[in-house]
């Protein structure tokens, strides 16, 4: 998947349970991403980490939790707290550098309340 | 944070027709400016970006012009095809060293036979 994998692709989440959604890359890339998609909308950050073991709140982080122990993984936790977790979501990575910004989007996980 | 607007949300035209497609920002210090297409159901794909070093580029029929002073920047797809069908997103980064982008609401273009 270009070298960026989300699983599951889809995923059921029961009212009140934690879900984690899998983000791995194996294009050395620094930084890594999480956003939200709403159907008809644009895509909004989560989380975002530029280096191993740090991380920082995106727009909408409440409700939502991430890890980044390894360059490669940025595991996605969508706790109970968030109370309209239903959308698309999508992890992206991108090198460090003054003159690379572009993103490497994974093939999004498609969350739904049931 | 950053701050961006995106017209049209939908767009149609005919086959062969042009289209255009304008995002505004906030941020002055911004200094990159990508256009990203997504097909239905599918991820994100970077088509054309363009830095603020310069005022336009091209890549055959796709086209990025960017007006620093006034906070905008355009996407132009020439002679189109019923394939560019698709939701277009413009994204802009923060000032200074900052990688996160923030993206437009998108544009649903869609091209009649």
């Known amino acids: 998947d270009g070298g960026i994998t989300q699983s599951p692709k889809y995923l059921f989440r029961k009212e009140g349970q934690n879900v984690t959604l899998s983000c791995e890359q194996n294009?050395?890339?620094?930084?890594m991403y999480w956003y939200r998609q709403d159907p008809g909308q644009g895509l909004r950050l989560i989380y975002y980490?530029?280096?191993?073991?740090?991380?920082q709140k995106g727009d909408i982080a409440e409700g939502y939790s991430v890890s980044r122990e390894k360059k490669e993984s940025f595991p996605l936790t969508v706790t109970s707290a968030q109370k309209n977790p239903t959308a698309f979501y999508l992890c992206?990575?991108?090198?460090?550098?003054?003159?690379?910004?572009?993103?490497?989007f994974g093939s999004g996980t498609r969350l739904t309340v049931v | 944070g950053e701050n961006v607007e995106q017209h049209p949300s939908t767009l149609s035209v005919q086959e062969g027709d042009s289209a255009v497609i304008k995002c505004t920002y906030s941020?002055?210090?911004?200094?990159?400016f990508p256009w990203y297409k997504q097909e239905l159901g599918k991820r994100p794909q970077l088509i054309i970006d363009?830095?603020?070093?310069?005022g336009e580029k091209k890549d055959q029929r796709i086209a990025v012009t960017l007006n620093k002073t006034a906070k905008h920047f355009s996407l132009h797809i020439t002679e189109t095809q019923p394939e560019d069908s698709a939701v277009y997103f413009c994204?802009?980064?923060?000032?200074?060293?900052?990688?996160?982008?923030?993206f437009g609401s998108g544009t649903q273009l869609t091209v009649l036979p």
């Open positions: 992206a990575s991108s090198p460090q550098g003054d003159n690379n910004y572009g993103y490497t």
């Open positions: 294009l050395n890339h620094d930084a």
């Open positions: 980490s530029q280096i191993v073991n740090d991380f």
């Open positions: 941020d002055s210090a911004s200094n990159y």
């Open positions: 363009i830095r603020s070093n310069v």
């Open positions: 994204a802009v980064p923060p000032g200074g060293s900052a990688r996160q982008l923030t």
